[in-house]
């Protein structure tokens, strides 16, 4: 016979394993709600200035091109922020109801780092990549056209690299690498064919 | 404290072993050899009673189409029919026979599964096609495919020789005691004669069993032993070793005399094996699923089913071909650059699909072009191994791309950072299929599949003196 002390002891552990679970559970659907919920679409800096001309590259699965398209708009002075400003407004369109490139619900690009002149690292969200649509196309297009319009804004830019979350993430739906950085004059050349 | 505590012990223990077993337990499969390939597909366990998928099983057979009405799945298979009802044992064919399988038919998300048990009545009564199936070893022969050995011991050196009327190249493992043979590809069954006492001071016994995705030959030992083939592959010899010789003062011997001596000595050389010229590489697998084209249709199975599409193809222009997947099996990147890496083919070819964009695209690695004093024998990092081969990828997507635009399919090349195409070190493309028009139901009609293959194949035909001449 097991003692009753020891199937108090079971009986404790047990309950307290379930309560932990629900916990966690309840702590990951509200730390879910919180993330996707409100940013259904990506929100432009407000940027203050006068007004530069902006070139960007915009995706269109129809015909599978990359054409660019200049707008105008106040651009800040930080490298950085005039980059993560370009591929916010690139994302927005993307975003938009009607959009030859439709991303999924939620995309964002967080932050665009540039460790020196010549190189940029893109930090996208956590939706941008799991509800990207997958095949090497519609994939390739996403990417593509990120790094020319990033490079229309910092011409000195050679090489891009894109981490999800702050981490490196093997592909971003299945197909497109971006474990390593990605050659800007590359891109540009291999995207002539898309054109 | 109570002397019942060996009980969690004992509890622990058979938890931990049971966990053990299901981590280190195989996927179960049905071989399937067939006069036109060889094939694995998965079983899946209901009730105690192993399933095999119709689509899996059928597919690399021929000429294949189902649909799904309700609880009905109807199956048109090589000019033969048949209609199954889920939860049902019984189905019809063609011409209103109605039939039983040994368990229910089954429909699990949208693919219909038969008991393996029914596999050899199912190919009868819907193609009039002929098979055996031996059920311990879950190996499926379509068309008498299966064939048997004749074992021989003869003396002067002491030798047992295995003649097979089909070319084998079984793998070898020689132990201290013992010699096994390992027929993984070829459809070897039993001679009807599995145990021999051969009684001899070289040999022993001998036993042949059927195993799981093969058959094993094992030669029981007296004396070290070697094995060859020989005979492009009909005749295996496992012959003893012959002890040292004695060193004596030997008169001087010629070279000529040298030279026989040791062809003497050493072990028949094995037979070169028929180099592949194109490895193709079914992307995804297993719960790796790749673009969700339809709510029926998974990237990875049209990835597999083009592949097994092109390979016939190929095969059909005298091109050898290996596939890294012939099953809904995931590998990694790394595994499938490995592969190819050691295939010693001429073409890797990564098949993709994808609902967005239309007809065919070809693409190579974005890996840098070489640089100046770097070849093929360079010592380059594993993302870069493909810089040599870049310039041979892309002859190989250019001669895709114009056999695509003139079968009359849309197609487009560019450079794309792919993987595994970056670590490979033979010429290297990835080709991705869309629908013609918008929907893609269409990358699951046999049709267009075929289009795609057969258009792809007269590509890859074109390249092959161009790029083993490269070599």
Known sequence: ?195 | MPKEHPIFVRVTTLLLLLLAIGFAAEPRRVTVYAPQTNYQVDILVRDGVDYVGLTDLLEPLGRLESRIDGKKLILVFNGGAAEFQDGKRQYRTRSNNKLELGSNFLLVDGRGFIPAASLTQLLSSIAGQNSEFHAAARRLFVGSTQFHYSAELRHAPSRLVLSFPNPVNPSTLIERSRVRLFFHREPVVSNGDDNVSYGDPFLASTNFTEIPSGAEFIANILQPATVSVSDGGHTVTIAAVPPPAVATAAPVATAAATAQVANQARPTALAPRLRPFVILDAAHGGYETGAVLSPTLLEKNVNLALARRLQKELEARGIPVVLTRIADNLLTWDQRAVSANTSHASLYVALHSSGSGHGVRVYTSMVGTPQAGQSKRSFLPWEQAQAPYLEQSSMAAAALAAECTFSGLPVRSSAAPLRPLNSVTLAAIAVEIAPLGNSPDELGSAEYQQKIAAAVASGIATLRGKLEATQ
């Open chain 1, 1 to 195: 016979m097991i003692s009753r002390k020891l199937q108090y002891v079971v009986a404790a552990l047990v309950l307290a394993i379930l309560a932990m679970g629900f916990y966690l559970v309840h702590l990951k659907r509200k730390a879910e709600s919180i993330s996707a919920g409100p940013l259904t679409q990506a929100l432009t800096a407000p940027v203050n200035g006068p007004a530069e001309q902006m070139t960007l590259y915009l995706a269109n699965d129809e015909d599978n091109s990359l054409r660019p398209d200049t707008i105008s708009s106040a651009l800040p002075s930080d490298p950085g922020e005039r980059g993560r400003l370009a591929l916010h407004t690139l994302v927005t369109r993307y975003l938009q109801a009607g959009s030859p490139h439709p991303l999924g619900t939620g995309a964002d690009v967080h932050d665009v780092y540039l460790l020196d002149p010549a190189s940029a690292v893109v930090n996208l969200n956590a939706a941008f990549a799991n509800t990207h649509r997958s095949g090497i196309e519609v994939e390739q297009l996403t990417v593509f056209s990120m790094v020319l319009t990033l490079k229309a804004q910092l011409p000195q830019l050679t090489r891009v690299r894109f981490l999800v979350d702050g981490k490196t993430r093997d592909t971003l739906a299945g197909h497109i690498d971006l474990t390593g950085w990605l050659d800007v004059p590359m891109v540009a050349e291999a995207s002539k064919s898309l054109k």
